[in-house]
């Protein structure tokens, strides 16, 4: 059975910092690119940032560029999001995913190109 499972959401102040983790069992996916996607309450899922499966690449999204850093560890099947200078509209449950393609240089942005996605942790920036 495939698994993707996030931990380290929390409640932080703003300015605060948290680092999320995606932990995969059931295959690997070290040849597939990887993304962080949140869901704000009453809102679409928004792309956050998401690296190429060799690491080389990295996209974020304008509203996190500079604070937030997507990286992963293929040896541990881990991925992560590091998350400084958290804002209160940061607040969303967070969810990793890993897209349906495998040894792609581009990186791909929308939902519908990600074909399986952990359950999501929740953070929430208190100002």
């Known amino acids: 059975q495939v698994r993707l499972i996030e931990f380290g959401g929390g409640l932080v102040q703003a300015g605060g910092s948290l680092r999320l983790s995606c932990i995969t069992s059931?295959?690997?996916?070290?040849?597939?690119?990887m993304g962080w996607f949140r869901q704000a309450p009453g809102k679409e899922h928004e792309f956050v940032g998401g690296i190429t499966w060799n690491g080389r690449t990295t996209v974020y999204a304008d509203s996190v560029k500079g604070r937030f850093t997507v990286s992963r560890d293929n040896a541990t099947n881990t991925l992560y999001l590091q998350m400084n200078n958290l804002k209160p509209g940061d607040t969303a449950r967070y969810y990793c995913?890993?897209?349906?393609?495998?040894?792609?240089?581009?990186?791909?942005?929308?939902?519908?190109?990600?074909?399986?996605w952990g359950q999501g942790t929740q953070v929430s920036v208190s100002s």
């Open positions: 059931g295959r690997t996916f070290s040849t597939n690119a």
């Open positions: 995913a890993a897209d349906f393609r495998v040894y792609q240089s581009v990186l791909r942005t929308t939902t519908a190109d990600y074909g399986y």
